[in-house]
């Protein structure tokens, strides 16, 4: 299904949107490198691609619209946007976005990347806490 990812999800039955949806219920969120499908734990994701995003109702989750999503972003060349990321905001809508994770002491590039990309917040992984852009 997603060749580049298959190093980090299983081999069993599962989909890899079921996995992601696993995560997000679990975790609240999660944030994987695109290629190779490895969880990322520490440094600042920025949405950096906006108008690629897709959001819906937690319960209009589609395996199928997520699988399309992401093998749309895994086409893109590296250098536009290099992991995954995923979260549901406080009304239950869930949000998928392309994104770029700065290294933590690069905070000030981190909220300039959010702040380029009209983002209201960053969210620190290490942390796990949102910063709001200024």
Do not use: Y
């Amino acid at each position: 299904m997603w060749p580049a990812l298959t190093r980090f999800f299983d081999a069993s039955s599962h989909s890899h949107p079921h996995r992601l949806r696993e995560m997000l219920d679990s975790h609240g969120g999660f944030t994987v490198r695109l290629r190779s499908g490895e969880r990322v734990a520490s440094g600042i994701s920025v949405a950096t691609r906006p108008s690629r995003s897709i959001k819906f109702a937690r319960d209009e989750w589609s395996d199928h619209t997520v699988d399309e999503w992401v093998l749309a972003a895994a086409a893109q060349p590296i250098w536009r946007s290099s992991a995954i990321g995923g979260w549901v905001d406080p009304f239950g809508t869930v949000w998928l976005d392309e994104v770029r994770v700065v290294p933590a002491p690069l905070r000030a590039l981190a909220m300039l990347l959010g702040r380029v990309s009209n983002q209201e917040c960053v969210f620190d992984l290490g942390r796990r806490e949102s910063l709001v852009v200024r």
